[in-house]
């Protein structure tokens, strides 16, 4: 790897659970960070926005919202963190 390409790939620090996995909107696979998660959550149980209201306004299915407001998705809480070396966007 050239000193250029080196230079151009920075440090991210992400959150892991127990086995080392990464989660929450470090996951692979998230869809909303967790500022969106918390919020939707909130709008849940404070505001009394039902499921479909909350899917049609982040863009996600029905079931994700249920899941998420359920706590049977996006309900862990980080174990620690690790460095990953990513591209930069530059």
Do not use: W
């Amino acid at each position: 790897m050239s000193n250029t390409q080196q230079a151009e790939r920075m440090k991210r620090y992400v959150a892991i659970n127990e086995k080392g996995r990464r989660v929450g909107e470090n996951h692979h696979r998230a869809n909303l960070s967790d500022e969106q998660v918390d919020r939707i959550r909130d709008l849940h149980e404070d505001h009394d926005l039902s499921y479909q209201q909350l899917a049609k306004m982040y863009n996600v299915s029905k079931q994700t919202i249920a899941s998420i407001c359920q706590y049977a998705r996006r309900a862990q809480t980080p174990f620690g963190f690790k460095t990953l070396e990513v591209d930069s966007d530059v």
